[in-house]
């Protein structure tokens, strides 16, 4: 009995001492952690907003923001360690013989964030813009250092690896695409007369931009008769929408001048959005 009582005695004095040799130093640590925690997080959103208002892209803001708490957190918990007479040596070989180890694992994932990282800093289009690259297209939503998420007419939600982003041929129509349609025409057609009237239809519709303004010209020449190329702009997420009412349109008009199309052409209301010119005969 005498020696259970003395063993209990002896943890309570050690559980005692503990507390007296490492109290303070531990309930330091804990407070600093916190109170770092905060400022890290209050820090880096301060950064951003005042980035922000400053007139910086949003997405650069964030990361100026991130990055800023990503250094305050890091500076915190050494501060913490040190106040708990922890040996940073070790624990900086440790973590630097982990990251080698990860890099080799994670390329994928990590070749993602270079590239987040370069899109970020040389901001080849921004949030709001229209892009088109690996054969999608859609409005910029995010652009994070893993991905861009894009917004497609329809509201599906696009992601694309940054990694797929870089180094692609990419195009950045900012808040608009354009459309580009040629119509197949008979001989006799007078071509002036039918540009004006295709102009005007186009013009008509809502949601056609005016500035830059539709442009209807000879794009080409074909077997008994001629291609007339017709170029406009309209809004991102209202593509197909203004497209297909912009097609109508001109159909009306060419059939109130009594213009006739050539059936074996295959060039009536065709088009393809920002890809050029697309040979379809």
Do not use: C
Not at 34 to 56: D, N, P, Q, T
Not at 108 to 113: A, F, K
């Amino acid at each position: 009995m005498e020696d259970q009582v003395q063993a209990v005695t002896g943890f309570v004095d050690t559980i005692v001492d503990f507390a007296i040799s490492y109290g303070f130093q531990i309930a330091g640590a804990l407070l600093i952690l916190l109170l770092g925690l905060r400022f890290a997080r209050w820090g880096g959103s301060r950064v951003s907003r005042i980035a922000e208002a400053r007139g910086i892209d949003p997405t650069l803001s964030r990361f100026i923001g991130n990055v800023i708490r990503f250094f305050a957190v890091v500076f915190v918990l050494i501060i913490a360690m040190g106040n708990l007479g922890v040996e940073l040596a070790p624990i900086v070989a440790f973590v630097g013989a982990g990251a080698l180890g990860a890099t080799f694992a994670l390329q994928g994932v990590l070749s993602n964030y270079a590239a987040g990282l370069a899109l970020i800093l040389t901001r080849p289009f921004v949030v709001g813009n229209t892009i088109r690259v690996q054969g999608v297209s859609g409005v910029v939503n995010e652009i994070s250092l893993t991905a861009t998420l894009l917004d497609g007419e329809d509201g599906e939600r696009i992601t694309i690896p940054n990694k797929d982003v870089v180094g692609q041929v990419l195009v950045n129509s900012h808040a608009f695409r354009i459309v580009e349609t040629r119509i197949a025409v008979e001989e006799d057609t007078d071509l002036e007369a039918t540009f004006i009237a295709l102009s005007d239809a186009i013009r008509s519709v809502d949601g056609v931009a005016a500035d830059p303004a539709p442009r209807v010209g000879l794009h080409d020449f074909t077997y008994g008769g001629f291609v007339i190329g017709i170029r406009f702009w309209v809004p991102s997420m209202r593509y197909f929408e203004v497209r297909y009412a912009a097609n109508k349109a001109a159909q009306l008009s060419l059939r109130a001048r009594g213009v006739a199309l050539l059936p074996a052409s295959g060039l009536a209301f065709s088009g393809e959005a920002l890809a050029g010119d697309v040979d379809l005969s």
